[in-house]
């Protein structure tokens, strides 16, 4: 079956077409638009423009990749839009546009969940087709949402822990704004943090001895803006490059904090459940720190470890096709009344 994914839940605009068939999974095309030069400006995203710029973007993005599959419109099987959770006004675009042009073709349509779709990225590897269907564990850490789940064997997605407050790309995101990186503050973040020393300054790890599976990400930042508050009270006299180096000292004592308490929640995760097999995903999870902590832990554990490719871990639609392709094959459909669901969570 061939199947039009479309993905418009923030701030990427997002289209992809994935084949589905006995042999797995294809991607025949694949577009995506970030709108980082929209938002730069306010520092974070503003939804009226969010919204703007998907109007103005997905027809592009689906014609595109229409037309680089070489496909006529009507020889998709299905086409499935994000649903949520999200940006109300962001979702409707995709959704409204997916439901509209299901129904002008006659196919069906289904209205796929974010974090779903997120935690079905890492198979999207040769490597995470071949364990597709075996018990796992999956960490996603995205800008909206880090949480913990299990997978069983018919794909049944269980949280088994989740954020009680920030999620771990938000303490990115607000930490780069403290730290006057632009934005999106994650990745200016961690490549400040390749410059400096993880053990410059000494951060808190939340929650990390208390049982349960549950992260708590507010009180980091805090602690970064106390520290910060006091270095700039004491070091007005400060050359630029020592300013530059304590930054990089800073980012990268922040960043190994996040990476810590996520690695230490995980292990605890997989002692739980028993998994042998880790899946990591979300666009935190393209960051290199938190990749090579969580192989090592792995490989100490004897547990498989499946990263979503670095192209698949921000917003994508690849993600969101794909699932579209595994839920209609065991029956699920949605219907044109469908709303979308901007509320956090697995819905
Ligand atoms: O999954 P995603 O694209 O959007 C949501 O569904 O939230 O994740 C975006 C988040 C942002 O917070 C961004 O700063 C963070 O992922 N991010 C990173 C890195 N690349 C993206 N955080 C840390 N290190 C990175 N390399
Ligand atoms: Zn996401």
Redesign the pocket.
């Known amino acids: 079956m061939i199947v039009l994914g479309i993905e418009t839940s ?1 701030d990427d605009t997002a289209a992809a077409i994935v084949q589905h068939d006995s042999t797995g999974l294809r991607v025949l095309a694949a577009a995506r638009a970030t709108q980082d030069d929209t938002h730069r400006p306010y520092g974070g995203i503003v939804p009226e423009l969010a919204t703007r710029d998907h109007v103005n973007r997905l027809p592009h993005a689906v014609r595109d990749c229409l037309q680089h599959a070489a496909l006529r419109p009507e020889q998709l099987d299905l086409v499935a839009a994000t649903r949520g959770p999200g940006l109300s006004v962001a979702l409707l675009i995709g959704h409204t546009f997916g439901k509209v042009l299901a129904a002008a073709l006659g196919k069906p349509f289904l209205g796929v969940n ?1 974090l779903r779709g ?1 935690i079905i990225s890492p198979y999207l590897t040769p490597q995470g087709a071949a364990c597709l269907g075996q018990p796992a564990v999956c960490l996603l850490v ?4 880090t949480l913990l789940a299990r997978l069983d064997a018919q794909l049944r997605i269980t949280q088994i822990g989740a954020t009680r407050d920030d999620a771990a ?2 303490a ?2 607000k930490a780069a704004r403290l730290l006057g990186l632009p934005h ?4 200016h ?2 490549a400040a943090a390749m410059q400096g020393r993880p053990d410059a300054f000494s951060f808190p790890r939340p929650m990390l001895n208390e049982p349960g599976l549950d992260f708590s990400f507010s009180g980091l930042k805090t602690a970064l803006r106390v520290t910060l508050e006091r270095l700039r009270s004491t070091s007005s006299g400060l050359s630029s490059s020592a300013a530059q180096l304590s930054v990089a000292d800073l980012a990268a004592s922040y960043q190994q904090a996040i990476v810590d308490t996520l690695v230490g929640k995980t292990r605890h995760a997989l002692q739980i459940t028993g998994a042998a097999i880790l899946t990591l995903a ?3 999870a ?2 290199t720190c938190l990749r090579a902590a969580l192989a090592d832990m792995c490989q100490s554990l004897g547990v498989q470890f499946l990263p979503a490719a670095p192209e698949h871990c ?2 994508n639609a690849v993600m969101i096709a794909a699932t579209g392709a595994l839920l209609h094959q065991v029956g699920h459909t949605s219907t044109l009344e469908e709303q979308v669901e901007p509320r956090p969570g697995l819905h």
């Open positions: 923030c974010h997120h995205s800008g909206g949402h790309g938000e990115f995101d999106p503050g994650g990745p973040l961690a979300g666009g935190v393209a960051n921000t917003d």
